[in-house]
């Protein structure tokens, strides 16, 4: 009965945010790109194989957590379902399934349950303005390799990852314990901290990539300037690059700045009083957001898709997207690897450490880096 | 596809649902949330008119930034849900107010046919991309701009002054 309760919990929830991209997607193609709108069938196609990448790349990266966290602290980790322990997350994920949802007292449920949700489905959303390779053309048609090909596509990644922090804070108020509500309070004054230092750093590229010039915020473009110019964005802004990365850590929650969630003082933080599949989809959310912040850093600033030794001749037709596509994943993966490895070398941040280091250092410095890019673009350097 | 008007009538709905449901809910974060839906309502209508960047910057700067703050502050004081009674003078004084709002605004548009026409998608700003806002922003509507950024630093200043701690040889 329970289980049966959960799945039904859970499967419109899967099937809500499957449904909230190709939505947003439609929505968003109310700003048409300058050729005719790309039929249904296959935004669907493309909603799919984003959304399948995304919900396989997150059981494996949750079992490359545990393993790589294993092997930095000279353990072995889970390694007995399947190989090489390789069947641990489905393990995992049937646990989940199976577990007892419990439910506080005096929880108001709509946001209770509607929590969870909110986290999984921005994370899971943000991927939709992700372009994966660059434009396809075949059989008369050029497919740009995104699935929501908008003009404001940065922006709905900002816009996508402040709505997130709803889902840990009313996670952390509804469950009605004074461990949650703390995680849950931290987490939002972490968010308003760290998106000011985000957005600045953002803006930089922009200026640098003559975004501002085209009126786009396609990140295609950002990587299309890239793969012209054959310089990546990590050079030209270095300063913006670090900043962008340990602020893309703090939105995602991840260690150092873990504080939403500290176990030693908050036993779980906001997720302490959630369980079974709920708890499930606050756990997606973490590595969906964590999938699609790589991304997003990748475009921006380590060329996307480009690779300096396949050039566009290279890249033609299917095997052309096909590597383009491996590319992006590569450098997906390898950013991915340097989350994991962060999370189990740095210590976690004390609180007023924290705001220090948000507002005393990286705002003046994304300001600064701002200048840089400005005087960049201005002087015509790289 | 969702026809324009449908998509219109639907944010509108949502919109305007959500910005009843602030005045009326008692408990503040509820209402605080029914604030969001009516912002994510509004950044919805930008985007049936064709405005991209002023619909993302509605999410990121009215929900995402501005209401987390307002529910961070909500929690952090721990406000309980609020009495009904004993606030009828505010009470009457707020509906004399909404309603003098809404004559406000509906009067130019009874009035001019012309501010009605522009208010359909047709007519809507053609090129509302970054470069074109940021050039009406800085040439034609600059004084504007700096005075609504005069206005909202007075008011942070007055926020700051009304809720510094007092010195300790000055009276309240």
New interface residues.
Partial sequence: MTMLATLLTATPLVATSLAATPLGG???A??PPSDATAP?WLTLIKVFTVFGITMTLVPMLVLAERRVSAWMQYRVGPNRVGPGGSLQPLADLVKMLFKEELRPDGVPPF?FTAAPAIAAICALSMMAVVPFGGTLEVGGRSIPMVVAD???GV??V??L???G??GI??GG?ASNSKYS?LG??RS??Q??SY?LSL?ISLLGVLVVSGN??????RLSDVIEYQATTGIWNALRLPLGFVLFTIAAFAETNRLPFDLPEAEPELVGGYHTEYSSMRFGLFFLGEYAAMVAGSSVIVCLFLGGWHCPWLTTEVTVGWTGALLQMSVFLAKVLAFLFFFIHVRWTLPRLRYDQLMTLGWKWMLPLSLLNLLWAGAHAALGWF | MLSERTAFLVFSAIALIGAANVVTRKNPVHAALWLVGSFLGVAGLFLTLGAGLLGAIQVMVYAGAIMVLFLFVILLLNLDVTEGDGLSFARGASFLAAIATLALVALPFAQSRELRAAATPDHAAPDASAGNVADLLFTRYALPFEVVSLLLLIAMVGAIHLARRPRRDESV
Avoid: K
């Avoid at chain 1, 501002?212 to 915020?217: L, T």
């Fill in positions: 439609a929505l968003l109310a700003t249904l946001i908008t003009d404001i922006l709905v900002l816009a990852s402040s709505i922090v709803y804070t009313l108020w509500l849950g309070l939002s004054a968010m308003i998106e957005g501002f010039e085209s009126g786009s915020f």
